[in-house]
Structure formats: C-alpha cells, structure tokens
C-alpha cells in the first residue's frame, strides 16, 4: 500500500542513505512529500538523495549536538516537520563482556537518544498544527531479547516504550506514532554488524516491503506493525507465557 499523496508536506528520515531508511525516503518522495535525508556516508546519502529528489544532511546522530543541529536545519529550512521517521540504527552481537564503553554509548545514542531528541524537537509544530506522524523502527530483539545481542535489543525495547508512551501523551492531538517491529531485513545491517544473520527463518524481507509496511501503518494510524506478521505470536506467548517462552528460548535461541 502506498502513502496518501503527501504534497506539501515535509518529512525526515534518518538512515536514509540505505536500507530501509533509502526505501521509506523514496517512497515518501514518490508520494509528493519534501524529504530530508540523513545519514552519516556522504556518497551514500547524496546518492539516495538523489534518487529522491530529496535534501541529504549527513549527520552522526551518536553526537547529540549533530542531532539537535540536524533538527533545527531542518525545522529552520522548512518551517516544519509532518513526518519524522526514525530509522536508523546500528547493531552489534556478541558477548556483553566483549564490549566496549565507546561501543556501547554509541549503540544507546544512536538508536535511542537521537529518536527521543529528534521527537522533542518536531513534536511542539505537530501538537500546534494537530497534526504529524512519528515512525519508529524497532527490532523484533527488543520485544523478546537476543542472546549475544543485549545492548542492541535494550535499545529497541527502549524505543519501543519510548513510542508507546509518546503515543499515550499525545493521543487525542492529532500525532500518529507508529512502531514497525522487523525480524529480519534484507540490508547491510548484518555485515555493518559483523556477524551475519544465522538462521533460516524468519527469511528475510526486502528493505521496500519493510518500508511499505512502515508507512502503511502510519498512514493508516496503527501503533505497531510486525514483519512478518506471524512474529506477534512470539510476542504474544513472552508477554502471556513467560516462563514457558524462556525455557522455548534458552531452547532454541
Ligand atoms: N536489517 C534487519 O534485519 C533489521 C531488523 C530489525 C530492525 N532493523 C532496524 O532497521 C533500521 C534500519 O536498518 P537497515 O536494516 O536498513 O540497515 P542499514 O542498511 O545498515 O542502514 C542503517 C542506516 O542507519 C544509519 N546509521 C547508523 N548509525 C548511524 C549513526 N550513528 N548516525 C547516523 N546514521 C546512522 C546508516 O547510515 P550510514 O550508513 O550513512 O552510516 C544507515 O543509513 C535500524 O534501526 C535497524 O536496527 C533492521
């Protein structure tokens, strides 16, 4: 399903310069809206901005003052954010023990602190035009955790609670806040991470079917949209069967 035409309207999208984030922006583009792409590889995000016919703002959104600048270009540039997409992130698997400080603080600034700084700042237009959309891309990890993945699925449960929150504070004023939940996405995050996805199932899906689904799910005012859609069952077993599911997951992994 594609977004509504969108013209006029003014979007954000961070991750932008690959994956699922590429893939949104250019659907939004495609849409009508102005889109604004960040990313941190200037080549990459000029090429995806390109294709758009968007405005690339590189940025490392692990630095907050990065982030807060990336805001208030721009809010400074359009007046205003309708659509914010908080796509980015970064993983990382293996041992906690094996983790650095730096390492750490990265994966928690980028994948939780710069959404939440992100949100603050566009969120005020929103609530003064009763109107705006503010995606999240989470990870199926930070609903039932992963083993050698703990920091990277704390930030995505983080973000998930983060979303789920904003979405009880701002309900009745007009802003969607959607959370798409992706098991595994055919994207250079797993390389980026460097270890590759291990198993067979759940296969994954194309980076356009996860942003599809994204945007389907804000346009369409849901709170959460899982990918593949059978990964609600595991979260509804963890979440009503807990004990039952540790063991299955100690198990299976
Ligand atoms: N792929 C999957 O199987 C999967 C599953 C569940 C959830 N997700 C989530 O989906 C989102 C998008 O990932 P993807 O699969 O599309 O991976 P990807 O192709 O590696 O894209 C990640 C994007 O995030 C950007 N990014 C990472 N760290 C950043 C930082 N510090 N500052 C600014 N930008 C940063 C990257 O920018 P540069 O490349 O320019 O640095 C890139 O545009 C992530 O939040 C990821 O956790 C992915």
């Known amino acids: 399903m594609r977004p509504r035409r969108l013209d006029g309207r003014v979007a954000l999208v961070t991750g932008a310069s690959s994956g699922i984030g590429a893939a949104a922006a250019a659907r939004l583009a495609a849409a009508g809206a102005r889109v604004f792409l960040t990313g941190r590889d200037p080549e990459r995000l000029a090429a995806a901005a390109a294709a758009t016919g968007g405005t690339p703002i590189p940025c490392d959104l692990t630095d907050p003052d990065q982030t807060a600048a990336l805001a208030a270009r721009v809010l400074e540039t359009a007046g205003r954010v309708d659509i914010l997409v908080n796509n980015a992130g970064q993983g990382w698997a293996g041992p906690l023990t094996e983790m650095t400080d730096a390492g750490i603080q990265a994966l928690v600034a980028a994948n939780l ?46 973000l998930s609670v983060f979303a789920d929150s904003l979405r009880q504070e ?40 996860a942003a599809a689904a994204l945007l389907a799910g804000m346009f369409g005012g849901r709170a959460e949209v899982c ?4 990964m609600y069952l595991p979260i509804a077993v963890r979440a009503t069967l807990p004990t ?9 992994g």
């Open 227 to 230: 990918l593949p859609r059978w």
């Open 113 to 158: 602190t710069a959404p939440m700084l992100l949100s603050r700042a566009v969120l005020p237009g929103m609530l003064a035009r009763g109107g705006g959309h503010l995606g999240f891309v989470g990870s199926i990890a930070g609903r039932l955790g992963v083993r050698e993945e703990a920091v990277y699925a704390g930030t995505k449960a983080g």
């Open 244 to 252: 039952t599911y540790r063991r299955l997951a100690d198990r299976y």
């Open 170 to 209: 701002t309900a009745g004023r007009g802003v969607v806040v959607t959370e798409l939940v992706p098991a595994v996405v055919d994207t250079p995050f797993f390389a980026r991470r460097g270890r590759p996805y291990p198993r067979r199932r759940p296969r994954p899906v194309s980076p356009e079917q």
